[in-house]
């Protein structure tokens, strides 16, 4: 019975809730149940909140006994990435330097998720500040893969992914900065969402690179991406870059979910899909065989400037992020180092015992990039890069509905393999991060195993703001595949 | 010793607050003089995940400033990251402009003596946020007030076409009036609304060469009289230096030096220009900023007739001295208020000294302006016209401005209680008159014999009316009963 509801999708949930059938109180305490018993093994959250998550279960109830309207998620529990402001608990970002920071205020997403009544369980582990593509650069604590606990779950949302492949929440929200949503669903076996630069508010994300950040959903269904789209997008006075909505409105993405878009045009792009493993590569050609025999078309296409997308992303991005982490001072708040003997050591100490090795080496190349005299050969060339990607989305956007390509070269790598190797590490976000540099929406979903029955990813990007039909194409090849069905072992 | 002819070289940076009700990137309230820390929200506090909003008042403010400085305003403009670590900074990093500043190459009318003026050139215009205050008053550690941080700051850079510290003192000033007159500052110097950057040298002719002395950049002024005399003693330091030493100007050789009231000297606060690297790189946060025609049509809705123009206007149209215009002028409404009781009637002298006079002391005893004293432009007009009829004295106006402003009563009605009207019935006064000279025959031979002493004598006789009638008689209307009586 508890396993039973354990693996509902969150809407089907939620209408049981709203219905009166199942008890908010109920579910919450399963999830709980559940996260006593396996995060010890998973290590997803960095904190949970019982004690509140319980409290508003029984409140919602209380409203659906009394016939109040509750909201979309009412009662559905979820977890938040610890990047996330919240004014309840901490908000580390996974960093020592951030260990006891306590928000003074809930970011845009935060509110939009308590309106819409969902429980928010608790926040998940990540990568430092959301640098890294394992979970392994948290400085709080290590996170595994539910599908092989030897296995990295992906980052740096590789906490919520975690979860949410666990069964430890229902859904979660994570931030994409070069595939921090993607590649961590595709390697957890869930569906992740990066939606288009300035669809969901930025207000309270504890920034990375400001240009490529963006909050998305990851869930077990694409229904449930779409149901959660429908509770945070939109435009927010507070965030400048999120966009107008009578520039680009914001609609039902339940809607037409289940509507197959019709004459579907795929573009692949062959020269740029050769680096992923070969299991990867047949995964993917099967996937696109599926939608084949729906009737898609499908096309080949050169991006030419995809081969720079890397060099571009880990200028702009570390630019922006020496920017953007040059707040954490120990002046104003956050850990401040106990022997400093002036400000410049209040500064240098706090900053050299707070961040850790990843965060350290980010910093330092993106404060390289942006020195006098480096300005033009990198900063600057990155941006001209970044629109000449930007420009191959656009030529290709003009020829087919969508572009679908691995979300990582492999599956899930063993813990430590790559931590020696930054580079290395970097590479395996050669197929996300074209989409942030040019602001388009991308979803990962389930669509295979290799040998080691590790889950394989489906990428799928779509045009600007083109959210509703990224879902529903990715909803064609979930209606007709059982991947997303499949649980892993310790479920 | 020193023979040599020289030339002084000003540029000047200037900030500028303005008087917008909220903060640049935020909705924090400007205010001043609260307590430490109590106008701030986690956006100005550079808390993580806060992102800025930009203040379209305050844009709307920096482009007419732009627009008054005669400055092309640019059709696109963003904002920059300029980073530097200090506590003053929450995020270390300030929102500025850097490579396209909303306003660019313009100049302002400078007045200087004897009514001349001199054009001076406007390098750029650009709005930034400010820092909060470091506060060194406890013990061993200092504080970190931050009311202040994210206060709409715009920057102002001229031309190095100022060629002495009076100059640079006339710009100032001009400035102060103008962004008042646009009504985009307080622009109070007590509460630092106008701080000072002045960059100096010299070019000296020596044996048919000319040498430049190095730049010094002099930090940080926030009144007149330290601008202009930080500006004279820099010169003077700067002719001693090159006469002392020949240093010329050179490669990294700009020195940034303070202002020491009590010694009244520059000090060297850096040698050497640091090799300072802001990192500036494009805000991404904020969208860049993009100039139709309407909205910079709207924005020139607010200009108004600028003060050195209205300026020079006044002394042209009402036949003013140079002083009295500028003094009119210094404020918006006291000009504009000038204007109403001159056209109510008011004969403009009479209507300025009323004004510059009483009005100004009445004005700074209730701290307000002149406009905002509470009298009418008629009432006001009719007190002149009574002046100029000689129906009261001069100094009887001002008696009676000062009643005006405390009751509001007209003129007249104030003269009549207060028994002000001038007496100018010249049967009533030739009694008067008859009686002092009866009074006085030492006097009145001192008057008929004509000599040295008859003006003198002719001033005490008039005194004595005066004192007889308590100064209500027409002085003008006595004189003239003496002089016929006497001669």
Known sequence: ??????????????????????????????????????????????????????????????????????????????????????????TTCASKILENFHAPYNATVIEKLLSADAVIVGKTNMDEFAMGSSTENSGLKQTVNPWDTSRVPGGSSGGSTAAVAGRLCFAALGSDTGGSIRQPASFCGVVGLKPTYGRVSRFGLVAYGSSLDQIGPITRTVADSALMMNVIAGHDPADSTSVDEKQAPVCDYLEKLDEPVKQLKIAVVPQFNAGAESQVQTAIADAIDVYKNLGAEIIEIEMPHLDYAIAAYYIVATAEASSNLARYDGVHYGHRSENAEDYIEVYSKSRAEGFGKEVKRRIMLGTYALSSGYYDAYYLKALKVRSLIRSDFTKAFENCDCIMMPVSPTTAFKIGEKTDDPLKMYLSDVYTIAANLAGVPAVSIPCGFDENNLPIGLQILAPAFGEDRLLRIARMYEARTDWHKKKPAIV | MSNFPYKVVVGLEIHVQLCTKTKMFCGCAVEFGQPPNSRVCPVCLGMPGVLPVMNKQAFEHSVLVALALNCKIAEFTKWDRKSYYYPDLPKNYQISQYDLPLGANGFIEIPLDGGRTKRIGITRVHLEEDAGKNLHTAGNFSQVDLNRAGTPLLEIVTEPDMSSAAEVRALAVELQRMVRFLGVSVADMQKGHMRFEPNINLVITKDGSEYKTPIAEIKNLNSFRALERSVAVEEQRQLDEFLETGRVMGMGNKTTRGWDDAEQTTVLLREKEEA????????????????????????????????????????????????????????????????????????????????????????????CSVAELGITAGNLAELAKMIEAGTVSASAGNTIMQEMVKSGAAPETIAEELNLMQKSDTGELETIVDEIIAANPKAVDDVKSGGKKCKKAHGFLLGQVMQKTKGQANPQIVSQILAEKLN
């Open chain 2, 276 to 367: 300072h690297d802001y990192r500036y790189f494009p805000e991404p946060d904020l969208v860049p900023v993009e100039m139709n025609e309407r909205w910079l049509n709207d924005i020139k809705a607010g200009l108004c007739e600028l003060p050195i123009k209205k300026q020079m206007r006044y002394v042209n149209e009402y036949n003013l001295s140079d002083y009295d215009a500028g003094v009119l002028t210094a404020e918006r409404s006291t000009a504009e208020f000038f204007v109403q009781v001159v056209d109510a009637g008011g004969e403009p002298k009479r209507v300025c000294n009323l004004l510059t006079q009483a009005g100004l002391k009445l004005a700074n005893e209730k701290v």
């Open chain 1, 1 to 90: 019975m508890q396993d039973d509801l354990l693996n509902m999708d969150c809407r089907e949930l939620r209408d049981g809730i709203a219905a009166g059938r199942i008890k908010s109180i109920t579910v919450a305490e399963a999830v709980f149940e559940r996260i006593e018993q396996y995060e010890p093994i998973v290590g997803a959250y960095i904190t949970t909140f019982k004690e509140h998550a319980l409290a508003k279960a029984e409140e919602i109830d209380a409203q659906i006994t009394a016939g109040k309207q509750v909201g979309q998620l009412a009662g559905v529990p979820i977890a938040v990435k610890d990047v996330l402001c919240t004014t309840f608990g901490a």
